[in-house]
């Protein structure tokens, strides 16, 4: 028997495709018990789905009953994509403003490995650009490059009109860079409520956007109850609201996000990405992401990374519907 928790969570569509595939091929040899948030894999490959909720089994039996049961709706499946998108709406935002963050030309390294090539990337105010590409591809060190993490050793990163490229990360985050990494990264042992004042604690001047606990609320309801609880009892879900706000605290002039949507119920996902539609009215956002038709639906525009080079440049609006030229220009 092979127990397995969560094994498709962070990968891109390509390696979830051949995680599957070997999922497939084990389960003729031994039974298998997965753990796993991306329900459409989950029905293709499960004989038998079990939903629980808050310690109890809410329903148990075969894929296409589970997946029509009112219960499982309400509780983990949430209203479907359909539903969100077409509420998200896309209000009309306008033409996009003056360049928030322009990075050209950074080439960043590890030590001696290469990572990012004349890396190029641009995010005007009113836009979420959507920054794509495979597991490796150099998407979260081209954020650690924005702030400070990882420098780049050649290329220039302008933000809010500064060249900020060479200092240091608390510099750049008291410029008001908010910044969800991947994983979350709470501080465990510290309640909700001292996680977000670390966020707040070096973000008090500049003339950014001010989030107080009370315009996150708005935002985040979830979080006024658990602001007494440490961060390592949260759910996965609560965990990667409290990131998002502890990354909104303060002064906020631009919201860098890594993979938000990454190993969360699909109830959660909407959940966050209402959150997340509302927010892409208040501040510039760059994200990473895998799960393409969350993210496209977001991005007003689209950067590919291959391999440390930008590969391709676009509006996100042809990606949403035109699956050939997904296959194209992000190889599914
Ligand atoms: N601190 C580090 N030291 C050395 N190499 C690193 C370090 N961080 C990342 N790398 C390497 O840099 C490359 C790009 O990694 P990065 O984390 O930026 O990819 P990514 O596009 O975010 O991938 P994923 O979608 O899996 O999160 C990988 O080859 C990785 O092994
Ligand atoms: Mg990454």
New binding site residues.
């Given amino acids: 028997m092979l127990l397995l928790d969560e094994p498709l969570a ?1 990968l ?1 569509p390509a390696e979830r495709e051949r995680i599957t595939a070997l999922l497939r091929r084990l389960c003729e040899r031994m039974a298998v018990l997965l753990v796993e948030h991306d329900i459409d894999r989950v029905f293709t490959l499960a004989d038998r789905i079990t939903v629980m909720n808050e310690g109890r089994v809410v329903v148990d039996g075969p894929a296409a009953e589970v997946r029509e049961h009112p219960k499982v709706h309400e509780v983990y499946l949430g209203h479907g994509r359909d539903l969100l998108f077409a509420e998200a709406g896309r209000a009309p935002t306008g033409p996009a403003g003056p360049p928030v963050l322009r990075v050209s030309g950074i080439d960043t390294f ?2 001696k ?1 290469h ?1 990012l090539h004349e890396v190029s990337l641009e995010l005007r105010s009113g836009e979420v650009l959507a920054l794509l ?10 954020l ?1 490059s924005v702030l400070g993490l ?1 420098p780049p050793a050649r290329g220039r990163i302008e933000f809010a009109g500064r060249e900020i490229a060479g200092h240091s990360p608390e510099a750049i985050a008291r410029l008001g860079v908010g910044w969800v990494p ?1 994983g979350r990264r709470l501080i465990p042992t510290l309640t909700v409520a001292e996680n977000l004042e670390l966020g707040r604690l070096r973000r008090q001047g500049g003339q950014g956007v001010r989030w107080d606990l009370e315009r996150i609320f708005e935002f985040f309801p979830r979080i006024r109850e658990r602001l007494g609880s440490r961060a390592e009892t949260l759910s996965g879900g609560e965990q990667q609201m409290v990131a998002i706000a502890r990354a909104l605290s303060g002064n906020l002039k631009l919201l860098l996000l ?2 938000p949507f990454e190993g969360l119920a699909p109830a959660v996902s909407e959940t966050i990405f209402r959150a997340l539609d509302r927010l892409r009215r208040e501040v510039p956002i760059l994200i ?1 992401e ?1 799960d393409l038709d969350l993210v496209l639906a977001l991005a007003d525009r689209v950067s590919v ?1 291959d391999r ?1 080079r930008i590969s391709h440049e676009g509006p996100a609006a042809p990606l949403r519907v035109d699956r050939e030229l997904r296959r194209q220009v992000l190889w599914v």
Avoid: F, M, P
Avoid at 133 to 142: L, P, V
């Fill in positions: 962070g891109a590890y030590g490995s990572i590409g495979r597991n490796g591809a150099g998407k979260s060190s081209a650690k990882a991947q890594d993979e990473v895998h990374l440390g």
